[in-house]
């Protein structure tokens, strides 16, 4: 079984993270976790915090040479930006739109920098940084991620018919990860306008798997169908408030005829388009998986909304911190590392060995069988 545990806070001395379950013989790259992190931190909109820090992931255990040993790897980012407010009178205004005030009360905290320290965005470092060790082992099976942004505020994106290396490259050069021109510059004349009033902006970008095989997750019982697990992985990025999979919404406004995807057979079951997004039953079905997301505005901003000061009760302004404009390229990024993971851990759950050899047999021998 994959799993993961993280810690760390944003402005401690680190963030770390501990993964368990990695098949034996599976190579590696620091270059490759550190390429992810870069990207993350890139995007047109992003705040102070992303020229200050510059991260750089340590793998501190479970290595042999660049090769995993099935013991936990640890990893290691070290912070630059770090602080010690222990000496200052705690912050009792919680901010809306954050954890602050319900994370206070859950935990019966009288200072909020400790909810804001953990909650903070600062921990999608290390999500992004065990998502990349998920992806490299989906890379060895050649299923390959990437995202784009399809809205900023109220500016929307041609969506992609096809994902082509042109489409991939085009996103990956575009500073808000979004292959559609003349969007992406209205988009980034409405986040300069937002940051010249004060103001932040959220919107949606779109996730795509390619080459998943047929048959990960499970329809027999809830829990273990791969839809919800993909849901839950990115709602739980921050500011994430809305997840689709396939044509989800548009299939809601339509006929039954017109909302599913027929079955054909051409060297192999196949469909003659992909509404599901890749998905039947909570189960994988051989389709590209298409997730979108939309991201809420964040709600750092100048133009903060009216808080209360927890232990006076009276009316006050939260605190005005340092935040990004507009985030949604980064999110997407990070949703690329949660859609790894989440498919990573299903993979070993169908494929899973103790060493790469036994995995690639267990893979091979499936895709024999179901070929045939």
Not at 142 to 164: F, K, M
Not at 253 to 258: A, V
Not at 357 to 372: P, T
Request: one cysteine or more; proline letters at 4%; charged letters at 25%.
């Amino acid at each position: 079984m994959l799993r993961v545990l993280d810690a760390g806070e944003s402005h401690g001395f680190a963030l770390v993270g501990i993964i368990e379950g990695l098949p034996a013989g599976l190579l590696l790259s620091e270059e490759q976790i550190n390429a992810e992190l870069s990207r993350r931190q890139a995007g047109y909109g992003r705040g102070e915090r992303m020229r200050i820090e510059s991260d750089c992931v340590k793998i501190l255990s479970g290595l042999s040479g660049e090769e995993t040993t099935g013991a936990p790897l640890s990893l290691l980012i070290e912070n630059v930006d770090v602080h010690d407010e222990s000496a200052k009178p705690p912050e009792r205004v919680p901010r809306p739109g954050h954890a602050d005030l319900a994370g206070a009360l859950k935990y019966g905290l009288e200072d909020l920098r400790d909810v804001r320290e953990r909650a903070s965005a600062r921990q999608t470092a290390m999500r992004v940084a065990v998502g990349s060790v998920a992806r490299q082992l989906l890379g060895v099976f050649d299923i390959r991620l990437t995202s784009l942004v399809t809205q900023v505020g109220s500016i929307l994106a041609n969506g992609p018919d096809c994902i082509s290396e042109e489409l991939l490259q085009r996103i990956e050069a575009s500073t808000l990860r979004c292959p559609d021109i003349l969007a992406e510059e209205e988009m980034k004349r409405l986040i300069d306008q937002a940051r010249a009033d004060g103001d932040t902006l959220g919107g949606a970008f779109l996730l795509f798997a390619e080459n998943v095989p047929p048959g990960l997750g499970s329809y027999v019982s809830w829990d273990r169908r791969l839809d919800g697990k993909i849901a839950s992985a990115v709602m739980s990025i921050p500011g994430v408030k809305a997840v689709e999979i396939g044509d989800a919404v548009l299939a809601a406004g339509r006929m039954g005829s017109q909302a599913h995807d027929e079955i054909i057979w051409e060297n192999g079951f196949q469909r003659s388009s992909n509404r599901a997004g890749g998905l039947e039953g909570g189960v994988t079905n051989g389709d590209r998986i298409v997730v979108k997301a939309y991201m809420k505005p964040i709600p750092t901003l100048e133009r903060s909304a009216d808080s209360v000061d927890m232990a006076t009760k009276e009316k006050k302004r939260p605190p005005l911190l340092r935040a990004d404009t507009c985030a949604v390229s980064s999110a997407g990024v990070i949703g690329e590392a949660a859609l790894a993971w989440t498919l990573a851990e299903a993979f070993l759950e169908k494929f899973g060995g103790d060493s790469m050899a036994e995995v690639k047999c267990a893979h091979g021998n499936y895709l024999s069988r179901i070929h045939s």
